[in-house]
């Protein structure tokens, strides 16, 4: 098992960037995370044209096709030798000169990111884990659309860092409005009367690659399902909640600001929603590793 990263097309154990690079003094980078199952890549096509989306929000050129980007993936997995793996695509401005204006940055970094995935304990999804409502409030979507997968992530560093003082594994933003929008690197759904419901797009979040799984899933399997606005109040009356992301999947949620939801246990909904996930990687991801990203 090993580390190995990929930058603009060369493997190294180790690599750096320009201190000049305007992704470190700026924030201005795109990014994605993609794990294996199976040793197989999952949902690139999903996550690359996510990427791509990212991109053309902040008018970043993106120097590769999909199909480069699958073949670089591809041979970065192979040489890192892992069982599993953890992906991490970065696209950044470039160097440039000590300004804001990108205007001097005339070549992108593309770095691909590859190191033995290390999973969540066992416990958080026979348990639950607890997160709590924080006060840090999600990025205003007509400021800096959290819709965007940018490497500018401080605004949930904050919310982490309130979630940590209060003692929860993760923090639960609301928006400017005062409706739930998302944890620090999850979106979250909860239960309520049968019903699935979830913040929507509108609400300022990321269109988590899970999240339309589970959504496509949800509807597929027969479950009621309602995107919309919800204040805080909605999910203290949950009778269930999870969380979902690349590297969580599905994580049930059975504290809400230190207090049970329902009997402080994974309800049957999040249970079934985990089986039907799994049951959809071991279709899709446990045979040979396929030759297109396409």
């Given at each position: 098992m090993s580390t190995k990263i990929n930058l603009n097309g060369q493997?190294?154990?180790?690599?750096?960037?320009?201190?000049?690079?305007?992704?470190?003094?700026?924030?201005?980078?795109?990014?994605?995370?993609i794990c294996t199952h199976n040793g197989q890549p999952c949902f690139v096509k999903e996550h690359l044209h996510r990427l791509r989306q990212s991109a053309f929000a902040i008018s970043l050129s993106i120097p590769l096709s999909d199909e480069q980007f699958w073949q670089e993936i591809q041979r970065t997995v192979r040489e890192s030798a892992n069982p599993e793996s953890y992906i991490r695509i970065?696209?950044?401005?470039?160097?440039g000169e000590i300004d804001i204006d990108p205007g001097?940055?005339?070549?992108?970094?593309?770095?691909?990111?590859?190191?033995?995935?290390?999973?969540?304990?066992?416990?958080?999804?026979?348990?639950?884990?607890?997160?709590?409502?924080?006060?840090?409030?999600?990025?205003?979507?007509?400021?800096?659309n959290p819709g965007i997968k940018t490497g500018n992530y401080l605004n949930n560093v904050l919310a982490k860092l309130e979630a940590n003082q209060l003692g929860a594994k993760d923090a639960l933003m609301l928006n400017s409005m005062g409706y739930l929008t998302e944890c620090t690197t999850s979106n979250i759904f909860f239960i309520r009367e049968g019903r699935i419901m979830t913040p929507s797009l509108e609400c300022g979040i990321l269109d988590g690659i899970t999240r339309q799984v589970?959504?496509?899933?949800?509807?597929?399997?027969?479950?009621?399902?309602?995107?919309?606005?919800?204040?805080?109040?909605?999910?203290?009356?949950?009778?269930?909640?999870?969380?979902t992301g690349t590297l969580k999947?599905?994580?049930?949620?059975?504290?809400?600001?230190?207090?049970?939801?329902?009997?402080?246990?994974?309800?049957?909904v999040t249970i079934k929603l985990m089986s039907l996930y799994h049951d959809l990687l071991e279709k899709e991801y446990g045979q040979a590793v396929k030759g297109s990203v396409s």
């Open positions: 493997i190294l154990e180790d690599a750096s960037i320009s201190v000049f690079d305007h992704g470190f003094l700026f924030g201005d980078s795109i990014y994605e995370v970065v696209v950044t401005r470039g160097v001097s940055c005339t070549r992108p970094n593309v770095l691909i990111y590859v190191t033995p995935l290390k999973a969540y304990p066992q416990e958080d999804y026979e348990k639950g884990i607890h997160i709590a409502l924080v006060s840090i409030k999600r990025n205003f979507k007509e400021a800096l589970i959504l496509r899933l949800a509807r597929e399997n027969g479950f009621l399902l309602e995107e919309g606005q919800w204040p805080p109040e909605e999910i203290q009356l949950a009778e269930e909640a999870f969380i999947q599905i994580m049930p949620v059975t504290l809400l600001d230190g207090r049970l939801i329902k009997d402080g246990k994974p309800g049957p």
